[in-house]
């Protein structure tokens, strides 16, 4: 597989991984609401939590995605070290820079957030449900963004390939040649 192939497949296993994660975590943090309120949380959450317990699913998810992070940086690092740079080639766009940037301040901000929510009970999880909501799929979607800029980036960009070497039986002189 060339290096190009495993860094868009690792950005793609990168973004479904986080999208994942976020769901998950959203659906655990409605399913405790429910369970300290006793208001339920709704008929998909409950069908998620029948089929996969939450409480095991969530940690599941929050290991898989820093695993699936680390891949992703292993995959861009093998495309960047084979990709050939010529003077004048184009940069990583400026949406990529900003939407990761962003994802690196957002992810941790919502994961602390999610976490002192869930930790401090029921009502108070209920007070800032739509806030750390926001957050959460804040985070989900500036590192999608991302992630789609840069995996953009590689689709365009030409990776280094082994010089071709011309054999003399292949090469046709032309009549400057012959003289």
């Known amino acids: 597989m060339s290096a190009r192939r495993a860094a868009l497949s690792a950005l793609v296993a990168l973004i ?22 006793h208001d339920g949380s709704g008929f998909l959450v409950e069908l998620l939590d029948a089929v996969v317990p939450l409480r095991d699913l969530l940690p599941a998810m929050l290991w898989l995605l820093p695993v699936t992070l680390l ?37 941790p901000l919502a994961a602390v957030r999610y976490a002192s929510a869930t930790a401090n009970g029921g009502e108070y ?33 030409e ?3 082994p010089p071709s070497r011309m054999r003399v039986d292949d090469w046709s002189a032309g009549t400057a040649g012959r003289e």
Request: charged letters at 15%.
């Open 125 to 157: 999880m209920r007070t800032v449900q739509v806030e750390t909501t926001l957050l959460v799929l804040a985070a989900a979607a500036a590192t999608t963004m991302s992630a789609l800029a840069v995996a953009g980036f590689v689709r365009r960009s």
């Open 159 to 161: 990776t280094a390939r």
């Open 16 to 37: 479904t991984v986080h999208i994942g994660c976020t769901l998950v975590a959203l659906a655990a943090y409605s399913h405790r609401i429910g369970l300290v309120t």
């Open 71 to 107: 891949v992703t940086f292993a995959a861009l690092g093998c495309w960047a070290a084979r990709r050939t740079v010529r003077p004048g080639d184009e940069r990583l766009p400026r949406a990529a820079w900003t939407a990761g940037i962003a994802a690196v301040l957002l992810n």
